[in-house]
């Protein structure tokens, strides 16, 4: 939040599958998960940028190694950022 602050676009990625803490950290603006054509777009709190498995699943999920790692890939490739410095 502090880059943010500073004028810089920023955004955070909660990368825990098992028990996401970001959507425990930090409420969005708007917990409406939203599309951009087949990407998912970002929450957002303050000007910053949110995505965490958290707050497009309920729960936590009970998965193992290449499972997270395609979850992972897919997750990261479709999230809509838009311009991030």
Do not use: C, H
């Amino acid at each position: 939040y502090s880059l943010s602050k500073l004028g810089a676009s920023v955004g955070i990625f909660d990368a825990d599958i098992y028990g996401p803490s970001l959507p425990t950290m930090v409420t969005p603006d708007s917990d409406v998960v939203e599309f951009v054509g087949r990407q998912i777009k970002t929450l957002e709190r303050d000007g910053v940028q949110l995505m965490s498995f958290g707050y497009v699943n309920e729960g936590s999920a009970v998965m193992r190694g290449p499972m997270i790692t395609q979850l992972l890939d897919q997750f990261l490739s479709l999230t809509y950022w838009g311009p991030l410095d």
